[in-house]
């Protein structure tokens, strides 16, 4: 079992950026793939970025590459997300997730557990 929770939401101005940290507590967080996830209002959660148990092999969207960061430090049990170049389009809610079966999938429904979500609003 593991319990996530997310900070380092905010406001921002368009151009700026944000640092996600995903907090998660018990053993078997080292052991399980990690992802970021968005979902605006009426809209699917959708994938953004995504990092191997190991730490050796990270993924993005299409719309995240080369603006956002993933990063997992397993001594410390976290999971961050560094946002760069914001843009009014990725105001969402963001939420922390972990893969407990290393899918490698961008798919939610492959994630088992599920943070409680930080807003992220950017301003044009």
């Known amino acids: 079992q593991v319990q996530l929770v997310e900070s380092g939401g905010g406001l921002v101005q368009a151009g700026g950026s944000l640092k996600l940290s995903c907090a998660a507590s018990g053993r078997s967080f080292r052991s399980y793939d990690m992802g970021w996830f968005r979902q605006c209002p009426g809209k699917e959660r959708e994938f953004v970025a995504g990092v191997r148990w190991d730490g050796t092999t990270t993924i993005y969207s299409d719309s995240a590459k080369g603006r956002f960061i993933i990063s997992r430090g397993n001594a410390k049990n976290t999971i961050d997300l560094q946002m760069n170049s914001l843009k009014p389009e990725d105001t969402a809610v963001y939420y922390c997730?972990?893969?407990?079966?290393?899918?490698?999938?961008?798919?939610?429904?492959?994630?088992?557990?599920w943070g409680q979500g930080t807003q992220v609003t950017v301003s044009s």
């Open positions: 997730a972990a893969d407990r079966y290393l899918s490698g999938s961008t798919r939610s429904s492959s994630y088992d557990y």
